[in-house]
């Protein structure tokens, strides 16, 4: 009898691409009359996690007696085949399965914090227990002191992945060491960094890999109160971590004297309303204490006086996921990966103009251009690299020239970007720099709190100032002026959100001044990307007068008559570029 | 625990918990701040009190940041001047310039300080926050343009006056000091959030075009409202209040209600009694016993003051007090003192009733003394 384990991913990804209704086909097809019954007996279904490389979605993982085949971009209508030939005829159908792009894509990975996502079944914690789930925790709280169990995280050099890369341990061992009769541990799942969704896939794939590190890190620190404190933005994280939450109660795993030992833990789970800055901790404090989500002058350190002025340790989601894979196998494993400073591993998200997108894992320090070019298999289309940016809105923009650089904290800091929570965007020649800073300060400022001046208003201006830039109105002066505010927003703002709100523009200043000054001085967009910049007109000796374009302008700005060169009327053109997208013959130009 | 600092070289020994803040000041530093009250929780908003912390990279706000010990503070040099220079162009960039017609220039801090670090022209002109007035309420005038978001009034309404009837709203440029659902004011009117205001956003409504700060003489006295006994700071110009506060050293820190800091035209009104009036008409012909019900008390008074000179007359404090004596006298011998009784008022202070208390008791003879504010 073989053994067939069928696996769907059912991420976002997977579930925008049709995951459930593969899933119910599946269910369907195996139900068929023809199937053997000793296939059938031995066979199951599985919802998992991210695999990673969304953009092949649905990703189906297929393992007859612990042979594992990919499937590809599976439809359900495809479902029927795979199940009549491969699951009871035992021949793969090639054409669908997934190519190299696949096996490069994880190549140079190393997944820890994603070891599981993608494997195990979320919705069961029998799934998860059945790896070594939950033994980590089992084992801290039967055998170990609280300070053992944070000299092990110090030891390993795990630093916070929120994006600021605090040594994990320190905290710990700050909050350990503090005597109240109430400390709290906050699980920080609040990600808002505009393409960043490493801490999503994570609860998603894998939510009792962050109940077990919230588990340990609560005994290492003595709190008995957790709080997730995650956005509303993402059910489907919070339903699954709501499952998760309460089999893990049912089991005794939290709640009262968990694993029979004298330790009780429990975990609630907190909505963020859609604020970016409550990722800032204090202003994540205010939110669980029900005021206003605004950051408040540190010191004093959430570890002396956080949640309810008791000591509270903040860890985001990702760190907490580290945490039980060190307990189970070492300080000396982990801290093997990554470089001096940077050890570990570290989730990305890469996104933009990039060939295979996705959530990868990568040992710190792996060059940029790995990242890149083997994992993310290069540019989409085959145009040419311009600069990845790192760290969201508070990161900056890393030019082609430097790809060699190693992706650490110290490295990208180094460069004027930061690690960030994990977010990396591939920008390619069509885009425009000083529209991609526009882009990012018009976030941080729509999401500023108000509370401080340099952020509430010092933003604004500069997103003023690049506004008038991308229309043509920028003035010599601009930059120097935007220098200056954005290192004086940086010197002055209250919270980290202002402190690097300027980030994306100082970086793209420093690597792509000439694109800057090619807006001032020449009013050009070298990108083609500012619509006031740019102007369409056609080209004469090649328009076949086919009217294709005439046809395509909303705005009735091109005449023109049949087999003759057409003409663009430029006081009525909107610049949608509708017209070039839609010629045939390459006649429309843009410049 | 005390610690040992210095500020500009100048050291102290303060106890722990001081703010940077308030040790500079008991070294009479003078640090700029839009958005520190002594009494209110630190914010750290405005940004402008930065100093600089030898060991510690960036600058940092004073008013939040506690003292340790060894601390080498300097308060002031020329990047954090230019620092502080920046933060008010921003700040200004986002104010009306019409210091011409506000309410309180001479009296606001945004102005000195636009003064002191003489900002002219703004390099960081940009887009302001307009909105226009719509807010029905009979005392405080707000107007959301000139506010520069230092939070005072949101701290003061909570942490002193326990109402909370306003908070910040909204996020980015956009943010706004918000009452629930942007009704209009609708709270208890005390007007310590118009107190702490330091820049023209929010006035008294009875303040309008009475006059500014120049010529203004104050007088201190004590409210006459209730047994609290409030100072009072009148603001008098000419021979009018045309505005009343109260200072921080005083037994009420500076905090007074609606009707002590408003309500003062009655000061100024033609109807107040400044002399005391004998009856000279006969009881009986009198139309005016108690108010009937129905009848406005503000019609009510306008008709009996219209009669006055028919029914009373002008007399002296001498005149009056003995006709009172007499008729006491006159009362308690033909009835006995229990015929008499006496009812005073929650408007006189406490001294003032204990004496009234042993007049009765003692002057009078009869225990009959009650309080208005007794139930």
Same mark, same amino acid.
Request: with cysteine; aromatic share 8%; charged share 25%.
């Given at each position: 009898? =073989?053994?067939?384990?069928?696996?769907?991913?059912?991420?976002?990804?997977?579930?925008?691409?049709?995951?459930?209704?593969?899933?119910?086909?599946?269910?369907?097809?195996?139900?068929?009359?023809?199937?053997?019954?000793?296939?059938?007996?031995?066979?199951?279904?599985?919802?998992?996690?991210?695999?990673?490389?969304?953009?092949?979605?649905?990703?189906?993982?297929?393992?007859?007696?612990?042979?594992?085949? #990919?499937? !590809?971009?599976?439809?359900?209508?495809?479902? %029927?085949?795979?199940?009549?030939?491969?699951?009871?005829?035992?021949?793969?159908?090639?054409?669908?399965?997934? &190519?190299?792009?696949?096996?490069?894509?994880?190549?140079?990975?190393?997944?820890?914090?994603?070891?599981?996502?993608?494997?195990?079944?979320?919705?069961?914690?029998?799934?998860?227990?059945?790896?070594?789930?939950?033994?980590?925790?089992?084992?801290?709280?039967? =055998?170990?002191?609280?300070?053992?169990?944070?000299?092990?995280?110090?030891?390993?050099?795990?630093?916070?992945?929120?994006?600021?890369?605090?040594?994990?341990?320190?905290?710990?061992?700050?909050?350990?060491?503090?005597? =109240?009769?109430?400390?709290?541990?906050?699980?920080?799942?609040?990600?808002?960094?505009?393409?960043?969704?490493?801490?999503?896939?994570?609860?998603?794939?894998?939510?009792?890999?962050?109940?077990?590190?919230?588990?340990?890190?609560?005994?290492?620190?003595?709190?008995?109160?957790?709080?997730?404190?995650?956005?509303?933005?993402?059910?489907?994280?919070?339903?699954?971590?709501?499952?998760? @939450?309460?089999?893990?109660?049912?089991?005794?795993?939290?709640?009262?004297?968990?694993?029979?030992?004298?330790?009780?833990?429990?975990?609630?789970?907190?909505?963020?309303?859609?604020?970016?800055?409550?990722?800032?901790?204090?202003?994540?404090?205010?939110?669980?204490?029900?005021?206003?989500?605004?950051?408040?002058?540190?010191?004093?350190?959430?570890?002396?006086?956080?949640?309810?002025?008791?000591?509270?340790?903040?860890? &985001?989601?990702?760190?907490?996921? &580290?945490?039980?894979?060190?307990?189970? &196998?070492?300080?000396?494993?982990?801290?093997?990966?990554? #470089?001096?400073?940077?050890?570990?591993?570290?989730?990305?998200?890469?996104?933009?103009?990039?060939?295979?997108?996705?959530?990868?894992?990568?040992?710190?320090?792996?060059?940029? %251009?790995?990242?890149?070019?083997?994992?993310?298999?290069?540019?989409?289309?085959?145009?040419?690299?311009?600069?990845?940016?790192?760290?969201?809105?508070?990161?900056?923009?890393?030019?082609?020239?430097?790809?060699?650089?190693?992706?650490?904290?110290?490295?990208?800091?180094?460069?004027?970007?930061?690690?960030?929570?994990?977010?990396?965007?591939?920008?390619?020649?069509?885009?425009?720099?000083?529209?991609?800073?526009?882009?990012?300060?018009?976030?941080?400022?729509?999401?500023?709190?108000?509370?401080?001046?340099?952020?509430?208003?010092?933003?604004?201006?500069?997103?003023?100032?690049?506004?008038?830039?991308?229309?043509?109105?920028?003035?010599?002066?601009?930059?120097?002026?935007?220098?200056?505010?954005?290192?004086?927003?940086?010197?002055?703002?209250?919270?980290?959100?202002? !402190?690097?709100?300027?980030?994306?523009?100082? =970086?793209?200043?420093?690597?792509?001044?000439?694109?800057?000054?090619?807006?001032?001085?020449?009013?050009?967009?070298?990108?083609?990307?500012?619509?006031?910049?740019?102007?369409?007109?056609?080209?004469?000796? #090649?328009?076949?007068?086919?009217?294709?374009?005439?046809?395509?302008?909303?705005?009735?700005?091109?005449?023109?008559?049949?087999?003759?060169?057409?003409?663009?009327?430029?006081? @009525?053109?909107?610049?949608?570029?509708?017209?070039?997208?839609?010629?045939?013959?390459?006649?429309?130009?843009?410049? | 625990?005390?610690?040992?600092?210095?500020?500009?070289?100048?050291?102290?020994?303060?106890?722990?918990?001081?703010?940077?803040?308030?040790?500079?000041?008991?070294?009479?530093?003078?640090?700029?701040?839009?958005?520190?009250?002594?009494?209110?929780?630190?914010?750290?908003?405005?940004?402008?009190?930065?100093?600089?912390?030898?060991?510690?990279?960036?600058?940092?706000?004073?008013?939040?940041?506690?003292?340790?010990?060894?601390?080498?503070?300097?308060?002031?040099?020329?990047?954090?001047?230019?620092?502080?220079?920046?933060?008010?162009?921003?700040?200004?960039?986002?104010?009306?310039?019409?210091?011409?017609?506000?309410?309180?220039?001479?009296?606001?801090?945004?102005?000195?300080?636009?003064?002191?670090?003489?900002?002219?022209?703004?390099?960081?002109?940009?887009?302001?926050?307009?909105?226009?007035?719509?807010?029905?309420?009979?005392?405080?005038?707000?107007?959301?343009?000139?506010?520069?978001?230092?939070?005072?009034?949101?701290?003061?309404?909570?942490?002193?006056?326990?109402?909370?009837?306003?908070?910040?709203?909204?996020?980015?440029?956009?943010?706004?000091?918000?009452?629930?659902?942007?009704?209009?004011?609708?709270?208890?009117?005390?007007?310590?959030?118009?107190?702490?205001?330091?820049?023209?956003?929010?006035?008294?409504?009875?303040?309008?075009?009475?006059?500014?700060?120049?010529?203004?003489?104050?007088?201190?006295?004590?409210?006459?409202?209730?047994?609290?006994?409030?100072?009072?700071?009148?603001?008098?110009?000419?021979?009018?209040?045309?505005?009343?506060?109260?200072?921080?050293?005083?037994?009420?820190?500076?905090?007074?209600?609606?009707?002590?800091?408003?309500?003062?035209?009655?000061?100024?009104?033609?109807?107040?009694?400044?002399?005391?009036?004998?009856?000279?008409?006969?009881?009986?012909?009198?139309?005016?016993?108690?108010?009937?019900?129905?009848?406005?008390?503000?019609?009510?008074?306008?008709?009996?003051?219209?009669?006055?000179?028919?029914?009373?007359?002008? $007399?002296?404090?001498?005149? $009056?007090?003995?006709?009172?004596?007499?008729?006491?006298?006159?009362?308690?011998?033909?009835?006995?003192?229990?015929?008499?009784?006496?009812?005073?008022?929650?408007?006189?202070?406490?001294?003032?009733?204990?004496?009234?208390?042993?007049?009765?008791?003692?002057?009078?003879?009869?225990?009959?003394?009650?309080?208005?504010?007794?139930?």
């Amino acid at each position: 009898m =073989s053994n067939v384990t069928i696996k769907v991913c059912m991420g976002p990804g997977g579930i925008a691409s049709g995951g459930p209704e593969v899933i119910s086909a599946f269910e369907t097809e195996l139900k068929q009359a023809d199937i053997p019954a000793e296939i059938h007996k031995g066979c199951s279904l599985h919802k998992v996690g991210c695999f990673g490389l969304c953009s092949k979605d649905v990703l189906v993982d297929l393992i007859i007696d612990g042979k594992k085949t #990919t499937y !590809q971009y599976v439809k359900p209508d495809m479902v %029927r085949q795979i199940v009549n030939e491969h699951i009871v005829g035992g021949k793969a159908i090639h054409e669908w399965l997934v &190519n190299k792009d696949y096996y490069n894509f994880y190549r140079k990975q190393i997944k820890v914090v994603l070891s599981d996502c993608g494997i195990i079944d979320y919705d069961s914690i029998d799934s998860y227990i059945t790896g070594s789930g939950y033994k980590a925790a089992e084992k801290v709280i039967a =055998s170990m002191r609280p300070e053992d169990v944070t000299a092990i995280i110090k030891r390993s050099g795990l630093r916070g992945r929120g994006g600021a890369g605090f040594p994990t341990g320190v905290k710990w061992e700050a909050a350990g060491k503090q005597v =109240s009769n109430q400390k709290y541990i906050i699980c920080n799942a609040d990600e808002g960094d505009p393409g960043a969704f490493m801490d999503r896939a994570v609860i998603e794939g894998n939510p009792h890999i962050v109940i077990e590190g919230m588990i340990i890190g609560a005994y290492a620190i003595g709190a008995d109160k957790g709080y997730v404190y995650i956005r509303a933005e993402y059910p489907l994280a919070v339903e699954r971590l709501k499952k998760a @939450l309460s089999d893990a109660k049912n089991k005794g795993f939290l709640g009262d004297k968990i694993f029979g030992s004298k330790f009780s833990f429990d975990i609630k789970i907190k909505l963020g309303a859609g604020a970016f800055v409550c990722g800032e901790e204090t202003a994540l404090i205010a939110s669980i204490e029900g005021q206003r989500g605004m950051p408040r002058a540190k010191p004093p350190f959430p570890v002396y006086q956080g949640l309810w002025g008791k000591p509270t340790v903040i860890n &985001n989601v990702e760190t907490l996921a &580290n945490v039980p894979y060190i307990v189970r &196998n070492g300080a000396e494993w982990f801290s093997s990966m990554g #470089t001096e400073k940077s050890k570990g591993t570290k989730v990305f998200a890469l996104t933009g103009k990039i060939k295979n997108s996705g959530l990868i894992e990568v040992p710190m320090g792996i060059t940029l %251009r790995e990242i890149i070019y083997e994992i993310g298999g290069g540019i989409e289309g085959g145009k040419a690299l311009k600069a990845v940016q790192t760290g969201g809105p508070s990161g900056g923009c890393i030019p082609a020239e430097m790809l060699d650089i190693n992706v650490d904290y110290e490295s990208l800091a180094k460069a004027g970007s930061i690690v960030g929570s994990g977010g990396m965007i591939v920008l390619d020649e069509d885009d425009c720099m000083v529209n991609i800073a526009k882009y990012f300060l018009s976030f941080t400022q729509a999401e500023s709190c108000g509370k401080c001046v340099p952020c509430r208003i010092g933003t604004k201006r500069l997103l003023e100032i690049l506004e008038r830039i991308t229309k043509g109105e920028g003035k010599e002066s601009d930059l120097e002026l935007m220098e200056s505010l954005g290192n004086d927003v940086k010197a002055t703002s209250l919270c980290g959100l202002g !402190q690097t709100a300027p980030n994306p523009i100082l =970086s793209t200043m420093k690597y792509f001044r000439h694109e800057y000054e090619a807006h001032i001085r020449d009013k050009k967009c070298p990108a083609k990307v500012c619509r006031d910049l740019i102007t369409y007109s056609v080209i004469e000796d #090649t328009c076949s007068g086919c009217g294709a374009c005439m046809r395509a302008c909303p705005a009735k700005a091109i005449t023109g008559e049949k087999k003759k060169p057409h003409y663009i009327n430029q006081e @009525l053109c909107i610049k949608c570029g509708a017209c070039f997208d839609v010629c045939k013959f390459k006649s429309i130009k843009r410049d | 625990m005390s610690f040992k600092i210095s500020i500009d070289g100048k050291t102290i020994d303060v106890v722990e918990g001081t703010t940077v803040l308030e040790a500079a000041r008991k070294l009479n530093i003078d640090i700029p701040t839009l958005c520190h009250h002594p009494k209110l929780t630190p914010f750290g908003g405005c940004r402008l009190c930065i100093v600089d912390i030898k060991g510690i990279p960036r600058p940092v706000t004073s008013c939040t940041t506690p003292v340790s010990e060894g601390m080498e503070v300097t308060t002031s040099n020329p990047e954090i001047e230019r620092l502080r220079k920046t933060i008010l162009e921003l700040i200004l960039s986002d104010h009306p310039y019409e210091c011409m017609t506000c309410e309180r220039a001479g009296d606001c801090t945004l102005q000195e300080l636009a003064y002191f670090y003489g900002i002219k022209d703004n390099r960081l002109t940009g887009e302001r926050r307009l909105y226009s007035k719509r807010d029905g309420n009979p005392f405080i005038e707000r107007e959301l343009e000139k506010c520069i978001m230092c939070g005072k009034c949101v701290r003061v309404c909570d942490q002193v006056q326990g109402v909370s009837a306003i908070d910040f709203g909204y996020r980015g440029f956009d943010t706004k000091i918000c009452t629930p659902f942007e009704r209009n004011l609708d709270c208890e009117f005390c007007g310590q959030c118009v107190a702490v205001c330091p820049s023209g956003a929010l006035t008294g409504k009875a303040w309008q075009q009475k006059g500014r700060e120049i010529g203004v003489r104050e007088v201190e006295t004590t409210c006459s409202y209730c047994g609290c006994g409030c100072n009072l700071t009148l603001h008098v110009k000419g021979n009018e209040v045309i505005r009343i506060d109260s200072k921080e050293d005083t037994i009420n820190e500076g905090w007074l209600c609606v009707k002590g800091r408003f309500s003062y035209s009655f000061i100024n009104s033609p109807d107040r009694l400044t002399k005391p009036l004998i009856r000279i008409a006969p009881k009986e012909s009198s139309e005016f016993g108690l108010r009937p019900m129905g009848v406005r008390s503000s019609e009510y008074n306008s008709a009996v003051g219209s009669q006055h000179s028919a029914l009373f007359r002008e $007399a002296s404090w001498d005149e $009056a007090l003995d006709y009172i004596a007499e008729k006491l006298k006159a009362i308690k011998e033909k009835h006995g003192p229990d015929a008499i009784a006496g009812l005073s008022s929650a408007r006189c202070t406490n001294e003032e009733n204990y004496l009234f208390q042993k007049f009765i008791r003692a002057a009078a003879g009869t225990n009959n003394i009650d309080h208005c504010a007794r139930l």
